[in-house]
C-alpha cells in the first residue's frame, strides 16, 4: 500500500513592536542633543547655528521641504570620518542619548520583547547615531534617515529620501521582503509621539500615540509615558 503525504509548508508570521524614536523614546530631539554634544567636541560648530535656525525657518515657512531642512541642519557631520564618526556616536549614547530615555517606554519594550515580538525602531533620524540604540539588547532592527558616507568620510547629503511618513512604511516593507520575513501586522504594534507617522499606525493592529497633544487622535488610543 502506497501512502501520498502532503506537506503543508508552515509559515511563521512574526509579530512587531515598532517604536518612534524622539518623543516616543526619548525625552526630546535627538539630531538637536547630537549636534549639542558636538559643540562640545568641536566647538568651532557653534559657527553653524544660524544655519540651523535658518533652514528651521524656512521649513516652518514652507520654502524648502524637510529633506533639504535636515540636510542643511546637520552641515556640522561634513568631512568627519568614520573612524571618527564611530567613536562621537557611541560617546554620545553613553553620556547624552541614553540619560534621555522615556522609562516607560524602556519598560514596553522590554515587556513586549519577553512576549516574542520582534523589536523594531524606525525613525526620521539619522541612522547613523541611531544605529547606537542596538545598545539596547531588545531591540532587532533599526531604520532611520541614510545620510552618505564617500570614501569613508561622512557627509550632510541624504541617500534617498527622508525617513518620514509613508518612507517609513516602505523602508520597513523594503527590509522585510529583502529578509523573507511575512508579519502578522493586525497583532503588531506601534508607538508614536506623531500623526505623522499615521501611514504606520494604521499598518498594525494595536496603534497607540505617545504624549499626544492634539485634540484629533484619529480614534488611536493616547499613553502618558515618563
Not at 31 to 51: N, V
Not at 60 to 72: N, Q, Y
Not at 83 to 98: A, C, G, N, Q, T
Amino acid at each position: 500500500m502506497i501512502k501520498n503525504t502532503l506537506q503543508r509548508k508552515v509559515i511563521y508570521l512574526e509579530k512587531l513592536a515598532i517604536f518612534d524614536v524622539d518623543f516616543t523614546i526619548t525625552k526630546r530631539e535627538t539630531l538637536l542633543e547630537f549636534y549639542l554634544f558636538m559643540i562640545k567636541k568641536r566647538p568651532w560648530i557653534i559657527l553653524y547655528f544660524p544655519i540651523c535656525i535658518l533652514s528651521a525657518l524656512l521649513f516652518v515657512i514652507k520654502i524648502i521641504p524637510a529633506k533639504r531642512t535636515k540636510e542643511l541642519f546637520i552641515k556640522f557631520i561634513d568631512g568627519i570620518d568614520e573612524k571618527s564618526m564611530k567613536s562621537f556616536v557611541d560617546e554620545f549614547y553613553e553620556k547624552r542619548l541614553s540619560k534621555i530615555f522615556y522609562i516607560d517606554a524602556i519598560e514596553e519594550i522590554k515587556k513586549l520583547k519577553e512576549e516574542n515580538f520582534k523589536v523594531y525602531l524606525i525613525s526620521a533620524s539619522g541612522e547613523f547615531y541611531l544605529n547606537t540604540l542596538y545598545n539596547l539588547p531588545e531591540v532587532d532592527k533599526i531604520i532611520g534617515t541614510v545620510f552618505l558616507k564617500s570614501n569613508g568620510v561622512y557627509r550632510s547629503k541624504i541617500v534617498g529620501r527622508n525617513c518620514k511618513g509613508e518612507e517609513k512604511v516602505r523602508r520597513l516593507k523594503e527590509f522585510l521582503n529583502n529578509k523573507n520575513i511575512e508579519v502578522d501586522f493586525e497583532n503588531s504594534y506601534m508607538f508614536s509621539d506623531s500623526l505623522s507617522d499615521l501611514p504606520l499606525l494604521k499598518l498594525v493592529g494595536n496603534p497607540y500615540l505617545i504624549n499626544f497633544k492634539g485634540n484629533d487622535t484619529e480614534g488611536i488610543k493616547v499613553l502618558h509615558w515618563k
